[in-house]
C-alpha cells in the first residue's frame, strides 16, 4: 500500500504512540493513591470499560513528557505535520488523559478518544473517524489485533510495533505503508523485569542451615533450594507490583527510568498479569515445604506490599522494614529446614541489615545532592537529613561486629567451633567492610543496592572467602 500524505491520519495511543497502556498505568496510579478503591474500580467495571476510563480519569493525573514515546513513529508524526498533513489522536483512551498528551506532543490537530459513555474502540472508532471525514478518505496508524477494523476501510495503513498476527493480517489487507518496528524484548528483558538478580538475597535462606553446621544434610538443603525458589518467584511478584506502582517516580530518577516497565520495554499489560502469576507459583512450591514457611513467606508478602503502597514514604519506618525483611529470608530459610535462628544470628542481622538499609537511601540522597535538588520523589527524606543518615547507618553496623565480638566470648561458640579464639579475626574484616561501605557512599561511588553492589565489588568478595577460611579454620582439628 502506498502512502498518501494528502488524507488525514489517524494515530492510535495505546502501543502505538507510546510503549505503554494507560488504561493500566492509570489503575496503578490510582491504587497507589489508595489500594481499596480496587472495590470501586470492580464496581465502575460493571458499569462499562468507558464509564471505569472516565471515573480513573478524573481522579489521577498523568505526566505525558515522562511517558515513553515510540521515537521513530514520533519522528515520522512531526515530518508529515510539518509538511502540513492533518494528524488526529484516535484513542480509546479517555479524553482527558488523550488531550494531554496531545497538547504535548503538538502535532495532532484534534483528538477523538473515549468518554463516559463510549469506549472508542474497535467499530466504534472506525464509526468516528467516518463521521470525522464525511466517509472520505483516511489513514489509520496502529498496532493491535483491535485495530483491524478500522485497517478493513482505511486507505493507508501505517503499523506500529505489532502485536503477534498483526503483520499476516495487514497483510492480506493489502499491507502497510509504513511499518515501525522495534525489537521484542528478549528473555534477558524479562529476567530483567522480575529482578532475578535481586535473588542473590534469597541466599540468606541457607543461613540458618550453614549457622547449624548442617550444610551436609542433602534433604535440608533441597528444602533450602526449593524455599529460595518460592522466595524468589514471591519476591519477583513484589518487586513487579512496586515497580508499576512506581513507574511515575522511577521515569523521572536517573537510573530506575531505564528500568524495563519505566522505560517502555515491557508492555505494563504482561508485567500486570505477571504479578499473581508469579505469587501463584510461589504458593504451590510451597507446599512442599512445613506449613510455617508458607506463613513467614505470607507475612513477607503482606509486608511487602504494605511497603509499597504506604510504608515506603515514612521516613526511618522504611529502612526498619527494609532491615526487617532480609531477616524474614533467615528466618524463612529457618522455617523451610525446621531449624529455628539463633538469637545472636537474628542479632547480627538485624542491626547489619538495618546499617545497609540506611546506606541503600544515602545513596539516594547523595546522588540528590549531587543534583541540588531537595526532597526524593515518593520518600519521606530531605537531602538534608543525609548527615544523620550516615550516623545512624555507621552505628548500626558497628553493632554488628559488637554482636559478633559478644557471640565469640559466649558459651554458645564452644558446641560449634573448637577454636573460637580464630574467630576473632572476623571483627577487624567487618569493621574494615562496614567502615569502607560507608566511606563509598558518601562519596557517592554505591549506586545500586548495597547488597548487589557487595556482590559485585571484588573488595567484598574477598573478605566473604576470608571470613569463610576463619570459620573453617576454627572448626578445624
Known amino acids: 500500500m502506498n502512502s498518501n500524505n494528502t488524507i488525514p491520519l489517524f494515530v492510535d495511543l495505546d502501543g502505538s504512540l507510546i510503549k505503554t497502556d494507560m488504561l493500566v498505568e492509570s489503575v496503578f496510579a490510582l491504587l497507589k493513591q489508595n489500594p481499596l478503591v480496587i472495590f470501586h474500580i470492580i464496581l465502575w467495571l460493571l458499569k462499562g470499560k468507558a464509564y471505569l476510563k472516565n471515573q480513573i480519569a478524573a481522579r489521577v493525573e498523568i505526566n505525558p513528557e515522562m511517558l515513553p514515546y515510540n521515537a521513530a513513529f514520533l519522528d515520522y508524526l512531526r515530518k508529515e505535520a510539518s509538511g502540513a498533513r492533518e494528524i488526529i489522536l484516535a484513542t480509546a483512551t479517555n479524553s482527558k488523559i488523550a488531550h494531554g498528551i496531545a497538547d504535548h506532543v503538538g502535532v495532532f490537530k484534534d483528538v477523538i478518544a473515549s468518554d463516559d459513555t463510549t469506549n472508542l474502540s474497535g467499530k466504534r472508532k472506525l464509526q468516528k473517524i467516518n463521521e470525522y471525514t464525511h466517509d472520505d478518505k483516511f489513514a489509520y496508524a496502529g498496532n493491535s489485533t483491535k485495530d483491524l477494523p478500522v485497517w478493513k476501510h482505511a486507505d493507508e495503513i501505517i503499523v506500529v510495533n505489532p502485536e503477534s ?272 561501605i560507608w566511606l563509598k557512599t558518601g562519596r557517592g561511588e554505591v549506586h545500586e543496592d548495597p547488597v548487589l553492589f557487595a556482590f559485585k565489588d571484588m573488595q567484598s568478595r574477598v573478605i566473604v572467602l576470608l571470613a569463610v577460611a576463619i570459620f573453617v579454620t576454627a572448626n578445624a582439628f
Open 165 to 436: 498476527g498483526v503483520e499476516k493480517a495487514v497483510g492480506k489487507l493489502g499491507g502497510a505503508s509504513h511499518t515501525f518496528k522495534e525489537s521484542m524484548p528478549s528473555l534477558k528483558t524479562y529476567l530483567k523485569a522480575i529482578r532475578v538478580h535481586q535473588w542473590v538475597k534469597n541466599a540468606l535462606l541457607f543461613l540458618p542451615l550453614l549457622a547449624a553446621h548442617k550444610a551436609n544434610d542433602t534433604a535440608l538443603l533441597l528444602d533450602a533450594f526449593i524455599a529460595f525458589i518460592a522466595f524468589g518467584f514471591c519476591a519477583s511478584s513484589v518487586y513487579l507490583l512496586n515497580d508499576m506502582l512506581d513507574l511515575s517516580a522511577d521515569r523521572q530518577h536517573k537510573t530506575k527510568c531505564k528500568r524495563p516497565l519505566a522505560s517502555g520495554s515491557v508492555n505494563p499489560v504482561i508485567a500486570t498479569l505477571l504479578i499473581p502469576a508469579l505469587l501463584l507459583g510461589s504458593l504451590v512450591i510451597s507446599l512442599f515445604l512445613p506449613i510455617e514457611f508458607l506463613l513467614v513467606l505470607f507475612g513477607y508478602y503482606i509486608t511487602t506490599v504494605a511497603y509499597s503502597f504506604f510504608l515506603k514514604k515514612q521516613a526511618i519506618v522504611d529502612v526498619l522494614l527494609l532491615a526487617s525483611l532480609y531477616t524474614l529470608r533467615i528466618i524463612a530459610g529457618g522455617a523451610a529446614t525446621s531449624i529455628f535462628p539463633s538469637f545472636w544470628l537474628l542479632a547480627f542481622s538485624m542491626f547489619i541489615f538495618l546499617s545497609l538499609a540506611l546506606v541503600k537511601r544515602s545513596a539516594e540522597l547523595v546522588n540528590l545532592r549531587d543534583s541540588d535538588e531537595q526532597d526524593v520523589k515518593g520518600r519521606g527524606y530531605h537531602s538534608s537529613d543525609l548527615e544523620y543518615l550516615h550516623s545512624m547507618g555507621a552505628a548500626s553496623g558497628y553493632l554488628s561486629v559488637l554482636v559478633i565480638a559478644l557471640y565469640i566470648n559466649s558459651e554458645n561458640v564452644l558446641v560449634f567451633y573448637r577454636h573460637p579464639e580464630i574467630l576473632w579475626m572476623l571483627c577487624p574484616l567487618l569493621l574494615y567492610w562496614v567502615s569502607r
